[in-house]
Protein backbone atom coordinates (compact mmCIF):
# COMPACT_ATOMS: atom_id res chain seq x y z
CA UNK A 1 0.00 0.00 0.00
CA UNK A 2 0.96 3.52 -0.70
CA UNK A 3 1.68 6.19 1.88
CA UNK A 4 0.43 9.24 0.58
CA UNK A 5 0.98 11.03 3.98
CA UNK A 6 1.78 14.82 3.51
CA UNK A 7 1.98 15.26 -0.53
CA UNK A 8 -0.18 17.39 -1.98
CA UNK A 9 1.03 15.93 -5.24
CA UNK A 10 -2.29 14.16 -6.18
CA UNK A 11 -1.03 12.99 -9.26
CA UNK A 12 0.24 9.18 -9.29
CA UNK A 13 4.22 9.36 -8.55
CA UNK A 14 5.15 7.55 -11.85
CA UNK A 15 3.52 10.58 -14.15
CA UNK A 16 6.02 12.90 -12.56
CA UNK A 17 9.33 10.21 -12.65
CA UNK A 18 8.57 9.27 -16.31
CA UNK A 19 11.31 10.44 -18.61
CA UNK A 20 9.89 11.68 -22.01
CA UNK A 21 12.44 12.45 -24.66
CA UNK A 22 10.89 15.69 -25.96
CA UNK A 23 10.66 17.33 -22.26
CA UNK A 24 6.70 16.48 -22.84
CA UNK A 25 5.30 15.61 -19.23
CA UNK A 26 3.78 19.39 -18.77
CA UNK A 27 1.70 17.98 -21.45
CA UNK A 28 0.73 14.55 -20.21
CA UNK A 29 -0.57 16.22 -16.98
CA UNK A 30 -2.57 19.49 -18.97
CA UNK A 31 -3.62 16.15 -21.26
CA UNK A 32 -4.75 14.16 -17.89
CA UNK A 33 -6.25 16.45 -16.93
CA UNK A 34 -8.56 17.35 -20.31
CA UNK A 35 -9.34 13.24 -20.06
CA UNK A 36 -10.58 13.68 -16.49
CA UNK A 37 -12.70 17.21 -17.20
CA UNK A 38 -14.07 15.14 -20.18
CA UNK A 39 -14.69 12.00 -18.14
CA UNK A 40 -16.70 14.20 -15.80
CA UNK A 41 -18.64 16.25 -18.46
CA UNK A 42 -19.54 12.61 -19.81
CA UNK A 43 -20.62 11.73 -16.39
CA UNK A 44 -22.58 14.80 -15.87
CA UNK A 45 -24.37 14.32 -19.28
CA UNK A 46 -25.33 10.45 -19.24
CA UNK A 47 -26.89 11.02 -15.56
CA UNK A 48 -28.92 13.56 -17.01
CA UNK A 49 -29.83 11.90 -20.13
CA UNK A 50 -30.45 8.86 -17.46
CA UNK A 51 -32.79 10.98 -15.66
CA UNK A 52 -34.69 12.61 -19.10
CA UNK A 53 -35.09 9.26 -20.82
CA UNK A 54 -36.64 7.21 -17.16
CA UNK A 55 -39.28 10.27 -17.10
CA UNK A 56 -39.80 10.31 -20.22
CA UNK A 57 -40.84 6.63 -20.50
CA UNK A 58 -42.53 7.13 -17.24
CA UNK A 59 -44.57 9.24 -18.84
CA UNK A 60 -45.20 6.95 -21.51
CA UNK A 61 -45.82 4.05 -19.33
CA UNK A 62 -48.42 6.19 -17.35
CA UNK A 63 -50.13 7.37 -20.72
CA UNK A 64 -50.31 3.71 -21.71
CA UNK A 65 -51.73 2.60 -18.44
CA UNK A 66 -54.35 5.52 -18.52
CA UNK A 67 -55.50 4.67 -22.19
CA UNK A 68 -55.60 0.98 -20.84
CA UNK A 69 -58.16 2.00 -18.13
CA UNK A 70 -60.19 4.05 -20.33
CA UNK A 71 -61.10 1.45 -23.02
CA UNK A 72 -62.63 -1.23 -23.06
CA UNK A 73 -60.52 -3.55 -25.27
CA UNK A 74 -58.69 -6.72 -24.48
CA UNK A 75 -55.08 -6.40 -24.31
CA UNK A 76 -52.07 -9.24 -23.93
CA UNK A 77 -49.59 -8.22 -21.41
CA UNK A 78 -50.82 -5.62 -19.52
CA UNK A 79 -48.79 -5.94 -16.83
CA UNK A 80 -45.58 -5.43 -19.06
CA UNK A 81 -46.73 -1.51 -18.91
CA UNK A 82 -46.96 -1.31 -15.67
CA UNK A 83 -43.68 -3.27 -15.34
CA UNK A 84 -42.03 -1.12 -17.18
CA UNK A 85 -43.15 2.10 -15.70
CA UNK A 86 -42.04 0.47 -12.07
CA UNK A 87 -38.78 -0.16 -13.47
CA UNK A 88 -38.43 3.65 -14.86
CA UNK A 89 -39.42 4.67 -11.20
CA UNK A 90 -36.61 2.22 -9.73
CA UNK A 91 -34.33 3.95 -12.46
CA UNK A 92 -34.92 7.74 -11.28
CA UNK A 93 -34.24 6.63 -7.50
CA UNK A 94 -31.37 5.06 -7.88
CA UNK A 95 -30.17 7.79 -9.56
CA UNK A 96 -31.15 10.53 -7.48
CA UNK A 97 -29.69 8.36 -4.62
CA UNK A 98 -26.36 8.04 -6.47
CA UNK A 99 -26.17 11.51 -6.57
CA UNK A 100 -26.79 12.00 -3.18
CA UNK A 101 -24.22 9.23 -1.85
CA UNK A 102 -21.99 10.70 -4.80
CA UNK A 103 -22.22 14.61 -2.93
CA UNK A 104 -21.66 12.50 0.52
CA UNK A 105 -18.77 10.92 -0.53
CA UNK A 106 -17.04 14.14 -2.18
CA UNK A 107 -17.65 15.22 1.62
CA UNK A 108 -16.15 12.05 2.96
CA UNK A 109 -12.93 12.65 0.54
CA UNK A 110 -12.34 16.31 1.01
CA UNK A 111 -12.00 15.54 5.05
CA UNK A 112 -9.99 12.32 4.66
CA UNK A 113 -7.17 14.43 2.31
CA UNK A 114 -7.54 17.44 5.20
CA UNK A 115 -6.49 15.22 7.57
CA UNK A 116 -3.81 12.91 5.33
CA UNK A 117 -6.22 10.00 5.72
CA UNK A 118 -3.30 6.78 4.57
CA UNK A 119 -5.95 4.85 3.35
CA UNK A 120 -7.77 7.25 1.83
CA UNK A 121 -7.59 5.37 -1.97
CA UNK A 122 -9.08 2.01 -0.49
CA UNK A 123 -11.84 4.30 1.51
CA UNK A 124 -12.49 5.95 -1.99
CA UNK A 125 -12.78 3.04 -4.17
CA UNK A 126 -15.19 1.23 -1.70
CA UNK A 127 -17.39 4.14 -1.96
CA UNK A 128 -17.01 4.44 -5.71
CA UNK A 129 -18.19 0.60 -6.45
CA UNK A 130 -21.49 1.60 -4.54
CA UNK A 131 -22.10 4.56 -6.84
CA UNK A 132 -20.90 2.15 -9.57
CA UNK A 133 -23.94 -0.62 -8.43
CA UNK A 134 -26.58 1.63 -7.94
CA UNK A 135 -25.44 3.08 -11.42
CA UNK A 136 -26.05 -0.65 -12.80
CA UNK A 137 -29.50 -0.92 -10.89
CA UNK A 138 -30.43 2.41 -12.72
CA UNK A 139 -29.26 1.56 -16.27
CA UNK A 140 -30.56 -2.16 -16.03
CA UNK A 141 -33.77 -1.05 -14.99
CA UNK A 142 -34.19 1.53 -17.90
CA UNK A 143 -33.06 -1.21 -20.28
CA UNK A 144 -35.80 -3.75 -18.93
CA UNK A 145 -38.27 -0.78 -18.71
CA UNK A 146 -37.80 0.17 -22.35
CA UNK A 147 -37.68 -3.72 -23.51
CA UNK A 148 -41.02 -4.37 -21.81
CA UNK A 149 -42.74 -1.10 -23.02
CA UNK A 150 -41.46 -1.91 -26.67
CA UNK A 151 -42.43 -5.49 -26.25
CA UNK A 152 -46.34 -4.50 -25.27
CA UNK A 153 -46.70 -2.20 -28.05
CA UNK A 154 -45.42 -4.69 -30.39
CA UNK A 155 -47.26 -7.44 -29.02
CA UNK A 156 -50.46 -5.36 -29.41
CA UNK A 157 -50.46 -3.91 -32.67
Do not use: C
Amino acid sequence: MKNFVGTNDYYPKNLGSISYSDNSNEDWQNYRKSIIESRTKSQDDFEKYLNIFSSGGLLIGLTILGKLVETANDYEFEYFVSTGSVLFVVSILSNVFSHYKAISNDDKTISEIDVQDVAILIKIDKRNKTINKMNIVSLSAIILGSSLLILFLILNI
